[in-house]
């Protein structure tokens, strides 16, 4: 699948209380992404919790996973499969560090509204 790239700039970094990692939201076009930093670490996928809708950047990590804050369910921060196995999954979106930049790449088949009923 096609990725386009897109520069982020001016993150508001959530930082967590006695924690070793960071949240954020950002908007590219439609899509939502929650941004996840863990050191020089950065991990990107959608913002939208698959069973309960809630705000993932609004969540806290346990391990490797970020949990949802509505009903605690938690997915892999790698491959995005819920850890419970219910079957519900979050995207996973590619992130790249150039010179200090931070990209994020999304499917281009996401950002044409046209493929967004099919």
């Not at 939502?32 to 069973?51: S, T």
């Not at 806290?60 to 419970?84: A, L, M």
Request: net charge positive; charged share 25%.
């Amino acid at each position: 699948m096609a990725v386009k790239w897109y520069k982020l700039e001016g993150i508001n970094w959530i930082e967590q209380d006695n924690r070793n990692y960071s949240l954020a939201f950002q908007k590219i076009g439609s899509a939502k992404i929650c941004l996840l930093k863990r050191g020089d670490a950065i991990d990107a996928f959608q913002n939208k919790c698959p069973h309960a809708g809630g705000s993932l950047s609004e969540g806290w990590v346990e391990n490797d996973s970020i949990v949802c804050p509505v009903h605690r369910h938690k997915f892999d921060i790698k491959n995005g499969r819920e850890t419970t196995e219910q079957g519900n999954c979050i995207r996973i979106y590619p992130v790249k560090i150039i010179d200090a930049d931070l990209f994020i790449g999304l499917p281009v088949s996401y950002l044409n509204p046209i493929n967004w009923f099919k």
